[in-house]
Structure formats: C-alpha cells, structure tokens
C-alpha cells in the first residue's frame, strides 16, 4: 500500500508543476518567437531590395540628368506636357 501512496503522493505534488512550467508553452512561445523573427527577416530583406532599387531609380535620375546636360537641350523649344513628361521618366531626357 506504501508504494501506492507514494505514487499518489508524487502525482499529486507534480501536477501543480506541470501547469506551471510545462512544455506545452515553451514550445508555443518558441513557435510565436520563431514566426515573429521569419517575418522580420522578410521585412528585413524587403527593407534591402527597396534600397538597392531606391539607389538605381537615384542613378537612372543622374545618367538622365547628364545625358540632358550634355546634349545641350534647347528647352525653349520643348513644351511644359514634354518637359513633364521627361522629368516623370515617361519620355527619354534625350533623342
């Protein structure tokens, strides 16, 4: 009978334990902790992709720029829907 007390006894002094610190949280924790830093990582990494593509759009705007000054554009001739247009990168700066 001693052993079938004992084994009570454990039982009931280890559930309280396991409500408290059981496994089941920590790895429900885990799980959120790991989703929360994968979409860090992709916003991280669009975060990158928009700068580079940031850097080419400041580039593109300089080459333009540079081609425009070099061909030494008469811009009186050009009218403001074109000079619009050049600059909104919808028409080439020059021909």
Known sequence: MSTL????AVLLLSAPLAACGGSGDDKLAH?????ADSRADQLEQ???DL??????VR?????RADAIDAADL???????????AIVNDQA???R
């Open 46 to 48: 669009r975060a990158d």
């Open 92 to 94: 080439p700066a020059v």
């Open 51 to 56: 700068k580079d593509q940031a850097e080419q």
């Open 59 to 63: 580039k593109t705007g300089e080459k």
């Open 5 to 8: 007390r004992l084994a009570a």
């Open 31 to 35: 799980q959120v902790e790991k989703a």
């Open 74 to 84: 008469n811009t009186h001739a050009i009218s403001p829907e074109q000079k619009a």
